[in-house]
């Protein structure tokens, strides 16, 4: 390849399509007197590090379900919620089986990404997933069995609507109480398996758009901002306007504790 024949735009064009360059490469590049072809090495050289650190990160995080692979088992579920710490809104539980060694290239703890990579990454998981299903619990259940038995409920829901049934379980915090499969809790698990992950995201999607729908009916309280977190906008809204059907009554201004949301 002579890269000293081709116009900076054509290396350019080049580079960004290559995924690999040789060491034969890299070393006419880097004797190229022209310094628009040595930045432009750089650039790649430096997109290549960011690819491979992805990689690395990726490969870690199926740790867990690689564990499962080498014994023969393929439906592994994650299993992840969104929306306990709220004071308005479901809680929402999402339950994803990926198939077997799946690298979905970005995806991470919903909380570690954007709005708009979360959405992207939704739609690929929804697109690629063996199985992918949500469990909703409302705010009048959440005041009735208490935040906990409300997320496990949700978690259980979306298990139950879970086709195919999964051969073990992955589950981000605690053990999934009343439960009939085989489970792993893992603390922190949405950053460390790429099931939960999956799961994590498809649970925080699904409860955006549905807080969304309720800034919709109710937009006094700026749900489609705060999604029915303690922000100041939100308790500024409750001191003037009151709670709206969706608030939950079991939790204090602060969304942390029980007692009675004034």
């Keep these: 390849m002579l890269f000293n024949r081709m116009t900076l735009e054509e290396l350019a064009a080049y580079l960004e399509k290559r995924g690999r360059l040789s060491s034969k490469e890299k070393r006419l590049l880097q004797s190229d007197r022209r310094r628009g072809a040595r ?20 490969h870690k995080m199926l740790g867990e379900e690689n564990l499962f692979y080498r014994q023969g088992i393929r439906l592994i579920a994650g299993v992840d919620e969104a929306g306990r ?3 308005a809104g479901p809680v929402v539980a999402a339950a994803v089986i990926l198939p077997p060694g799946t690298v979905i290239h970005y995806l991470n703890d919903s909380k570690k990404l954007t709005a708009a990579r979360r959405e992207e990454l939704y739609d690929r998981i929804r697109e690629i997933a063996l199985g992918c299903a949500v469990g909703i619990c409302s705010a009048a259940e959440i005041d009735r069995l208490n935040i906990f038995g409300a997320t496990m409920q949700a978690m259980r829901r979306a298990l139950s609507e879970l086709s195919p049934r999964p051969e073990v379980v992955l589950v981000d915090g605690f053990p999934i109480r009343d439960m ?6 893992i603390p922190g698990g949405d950053a460390l398996s790429l099931s939960i992950a999956a799961a994590s995201v498809v649970a925080k999607v699904t409860r955006d758009r549905i807080m969304l729908d309720l800034h919709r009916r109710y937009p006094e309280y700026g749900f489609d901002r705060n999604k029915g977190y303690a922000t100041r906008e939100h308790l500024l809204a409750l001191a003037r306007c009151g709670t709206c059907p969706e608030h939950r009554r079991s939790f204090r201004s602060c969304g942390s504790r029980e007692g009675e949301l004034s």
Aim: positive net charge; without cysteine.
């Design 39 to 58: 930045l432009l090495l750089e650039r790649w050289l430096r997109r290549e590090e960011t690819r491979r650190r992805e990689e690395s990160r990726l």
């Design 180 to 185: 009939d499969m085989p489970q792993k809790a």
């Design 85 to 87: 710490g709220p004071l």
